[in-house]
């Protein structure tokens, strides 16, 4: 298991999606929100995702390819 701490950040277009939903359903992975803001036309969200190693890559690929803006705030935790 690894633990990952990330900044999301989504453009107008994609608020109002349910992504960290399918990142639990589609990625098994589990998001940890420590911060976010959310408004109609942006939104950002601090997390820290956990899970096996590919299945976080699997999910941070999914959420860039999608169109949100992904920034790695600190260390990979491995547990």
């Known amino acids: 298991m690894i633990e990952v701490r ?29 911060r976010a803001n959310v408004d109609d036309h942006e939104g950002w969200i601090v997390c820290e995702l956990s899970g096996e190693p590919a299945k976080v890559d699997g999910a941070l690929a999914f959420l860039r390819d999608t169109g949100v803006r992904v920034d790695l705030l600190g260390d990979i935790v491995e547990s």
Do not use: G, S, W
């Open 6 to 34: 990330v900044k999301l950040t989504f453009p107008e277009e994609l608020v109002r999606e349910p992504l960290i939903a399918r990142l639990v359903r589609e990625y098994d992975v589990e998001p940890n929100i420590r």
